[in-house]
Nanobody
């Protein structure tokens, strides 16, 4: 089992920045990929960014150049630095970690960007 605790969401004006954090506990030695997804009202949950245990990253085209994913393996934590935020970034952001037997989701944190 892996438990995930997210933090860092909130309300910000367009052009502003937020940093999301997701701390993992439990069977953390089994974690490989860590990532962030988001879901806006009435839409499906989509990948925002992910990072492998070796540090390789992938980003959605819509956030490239604005968002940066990183992880601190010593703290079992993944971060999402979000800059130049746009109203269309408004969504619930979910942390996701992959293990050999499946994947776990965080509870979600709301990010709201006002115009």
């Amino acid at each position: 089992q892996v438990q995930l605790v997210e933090s860092g969401g909130g309300l910000v004006q367009a052009g502003g920045s937020l940093r999301l954090s997701c701390a993992a506990s439990g069977s953390i030695s089994s974690i490989n990929v860590m990532g962030w997804y988001r879901q806006a009202p009435g839409k499906q949950r989509d990948l925002v960014a992910r990072i492998s245990s070796g540090g390789s990253t992938n980003y959605a085209d819509s956030v490239k150049g604005r968002f940066t994913i990183s992880r601190d393996n010593a703290k079992n934590t993944v971060y999402l630095q979000m800059n130049s935020l746009k109203p269309e970034d408004t969504a619930v952001y979910y942390c996701n970690v992959g293990v050999s037997w499946g994947a776990y989701w965080g509870q979600g944190t709301q990010v709201t960007v006002s115009s």
